[in-house]
Structures are given as C-alpha cells and as structure tokens.
C-alpha cells in the first residue's frame, strides 16, 4: 500500500483543530502527524519518496465519522452508502439473524469499500412488547432470573454491547407490556459483569428515567414530550452515562408544524449531496415514514424539548454521541439513510447548542472512546488511518463536512467518483 501525505491541511484530531500540517498514513495507520511548530524540513521533504502527496490547502482533515445509532439490516448497500458520506464505522442497535449479523460483521471488518460495524445483534424486550409482537422469533426477556442467560446468549453470538428496548409501543398508537425496572437493572448488571456495555432505547421521559436508575450505561433516544429536567441530567452526569439522542429521527418523527429546520428532509436538495445520493436514498429522506417514527404524536411532541435536552446534557458533561437511527432498507423508506443522515445529526446538535468542534468530537473521538474502539476516532500517530478531507473549515461550519474530498478507510482510499458513477447510472436506468 502506497503511503499517502496530506500536506499543509487543518487538522481536527477528534477535539480540536490542533493546527496546519500534515498527516501521514502507511499500512492502514496513521504515521506521523506534523503541525509544523518545530522548525524542521517541510513536511513533505520527510515523507518516503514513493509517498502519494495531497495538498490539503484550503481543507481540514478529521478522523472518519462514527454513527453510534443505526440500522443495517444485513444490506452491504447501507454500509457502502455509509462510507460514501464519510462514515467509516457504524454501531448498529439491533440486527438479526445473529449468524447474518456476525457474517456481516466480519465482512465489514476486511472490506475496504464499506463502513465497519458494531452490532449489538437482537435486543432485549418484553414478552408481547415493542417490537417482539411484531416478531415472535426474537428472544424476550420475562424476568430478572433471565436477564443473565439472554446476555450470554448474545455474547455467545458475537454481540458488542447490549441493546435494551424500554418502550410500551405509544409512539405507535399501541399499550404494550415493557420490560420491569428489576429486569432492565438484571440485564445491565449481567451486562457489566461480562464487560460489555448496555443500551437503552428510551424514547419518553418514563423510558429515560427507568433506564438511567436501572444502571444503563447509554440511553438513546431523547423523549419528545418534555426536556429532561436538572435533576435527571445531574444524575446522568455523576454516574458516567453517555447518550445517543438520534436528532435527525427526532426531527422527522416530530409532528410536521413544530419541526424547527427540517435538516434531515432538506439533505437531498444540498448540492454537496445530492449527485451521491441513490434514488432509493433520496426518495425514502421525501417520502419515508418507517423507523422511530412517531405515529401518534402527543400535543407536546416537539423537536426544542429534545434540543433543550442535549443541551443541558451536554452542559452537565455528560457525553453526548452522534448517531441517526438510521433505518432505511431495500424495500423500507426510512428518512434518515445510512452516512447521509450523520450530517443533518451533526447540525442538529449544533442547532442544540454544541459548538461545531463539539459536535465533531460527538462523531469522532467521544463514541470511541465511550466504545472502546480504541484504535480510531482520533488523528494520531498509530490510529487507524480512517480520515475524512473536506473544504473548507467544518469547524465554524458544520455543513463543510458534506464537502467531501476524500475518505480514507483503514488507510485505503474510497473511490467517490466510481460510486458517483454508479448512482448516476442507476439514476439513467
Ligand atoms: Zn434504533
């Protein structure tokens, strides 16, 4: 593999801009990074002489997004559209088979033209809840007594963390039974206990507070009916929790007079986006309805309550994660697509309040860190070499990460133009 220098480039290292230099990969990792401060030859003069030598004048470097929130379902077309937008590892919250997800898993790990994955395979729910009524062959969890054996169970089947839905189905017009407070405290004990983190899907302030006494490691989702309250985020903050609020589902499942922006629905119309973006993609972010998607909005339902919520999370230093939710499918018209859909979360929590630095590192070095991907998220010397090249200064503007230059996955270069191609073909035909 031909090592590659990019040369007199901004550096975002996953924190901040750390200065103007260069950073050079070889192998698949990151072997130097220079940001001029020593008076030493140029840059580049350094690199071996069969280097490739990119001149990222004008642009800044960040390590390759991480979407802490999706939904592959099996499709490697959800993971190639994820890496053509800059996403170079997806943590997907619930797939199956797990035979098919660890397939995939392992797919995702040795190809260069796909984003890599986490999974937590299938997720605990309660028996007839949300979403096993609709599935009767997941797995449920009655109790506390079986909380222990569902974890090492999925452990057994190669899951990363473990995904817990708390939800009794009113987003969808339904009253169905939820997992129990002891039972949610058993899995995320059982959980820790065998060194995996736990998640839970809360999407309603009861949901919340259930999983954050249970002893959640993450919560995600944000309830739309009302912000969390002081006390709720000082709890959170004390106890070390992080959260994944998936803005960009909020968005689109809030009723349609309270959507402050429209960020999500209005991605298939920026430029910047729009000549990369399969048909499938585009029509699914006008017209998709599949995913959290609330179906009986409540009268308070409303995107600022969320907002308000990441903002006063994020006051109280409680790791806020970027991550979509995203949920679209062959076949399943979900708005928020694969890679796409991380860029109207990253101005979303801009919108939120977190400075567009803060929101990088949301995408970057925090989810890894949280994760223990401790190999990427970070620009640094022996990282992986998974970069992301924009123009211009993400930043001061967060929209500058749709103007994509480049995408480096394990130190091997995604070929964009190929993939345009691609899309405009299908587009044709
Ligand atoms: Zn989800």
Redesign the pocket.
């Known amino acids: 593999m031909q090592p590659v220098v990019i040369d007199r480039v901004r550096i975002f290292d996953g924190q901040s801009v750390v200065g103007t230099g260069s950073v050079e990969c070889a192998d698949g990792v990151i072997t130097r990074v220079d940001t001029g401060s020593a008076p030493s030859p140029s840059p580049s003069a350094l690199a071996s002489a069969s280097a490739e030598v990119i001149d990222g004048a004008g642009r800044t470097l960040l390590p390759g997004l991480i979407d802490a929130?999706?939904?592959v379902f099996g499709a490697e077309s959800n993971l190639e559209l994820a890496l053509a937008f800059g996403v170079t590892t997806e943590l997907d919250?619930?797939m199956g088979p797990p035979e098919a997800t660890r397939a995939l898993c392992a797919l995702a790990g040795e190809r260069h033209d796909l984003a890599d994955l986490r999974s937590s395979g299938l997720l605990a729910s309660a028996p007839g809840g949300h979403p096993g009524v609709t599935m009767p062959s997941l797995p449920t969890v009655a109790g506390p007594g079986q909380a222990d054996a569902f974890v090492a169970a999925r452990q057994a089947e190669g899951a990363h963390f473990i995904k817990i839905m708390v939800d009794d189905g009113a987003n969808h017009g339904m009253s169905l039974p939820a997992l129990e407070p002891a039972t949610v405290t058993a899995l995320a004990d059982a959980a820790r206990r065998r060194g995996l983190l736990s998640v839970a899907?809360v999407s309603a302030v009861w949901s919340a507070r259930l999983a954050l006494d249970s002893g959640v490691d993450v919560l995600?989702?944000l309830p739309l009916e009302a912000a969390l309250d002081d006390a709720f985020v000082g709890r959170a903050a004390e106890r070390g929790r992080a959260v994944i609020p998936?803005l960009a589902?909020l968005e689109v499942s809030a009723p349609r007079p309270s959507t402050a922006t429209g960020v999500a629905r209005s991605l298939a119309d920026d430029p910047r986006i729009a000549g990369l973006l399969p048909d499938h993609a585009r029509a699914a972010i006008a017209e998709g309805h599949e995913?959290?998607c609330v179906e009986h909005p409540l009268p308070a339902h409303d995107l600022r309550h969320a907002l308000s919520s990441v903002a006063r999370l994020h006051r109280a230093g409680v790791p806020v994660l970027a991550g979509t939710?995203a949920?679209h499918r062959p076949g399943r018209a979900c708005p928020v697509v694969h890679g796409v859909g991380l860029h109207a979360e990253l101005a979303l929590l801009v919108e939120a309040g977190l400075t567009p630095a803060q929101a990088l590192t949301a995408a970057t070095s925090a989810p890894a860190a949280y994760f223990g991907l401790s190999d990427r998220g970070v620009i640094a010397p022996g990282r992986r070499a998974d970069l992301l090249l924009v123009t211009g200064d993400p930043t001061t503007d967060i929209t500058a990460t749709r103007s994509i230059e480049a995408i480096w996955r394990g130190g091997v270069r995604f070929d964009r133009e190929a993939y345009r191609e691609r899309v405009a073909s299908h587009t044709a035909a």
């Open positions: 929130h999706t939904h919250m619930f899907h995600t989702h998936t589902m995913g959290l939710d949920n």
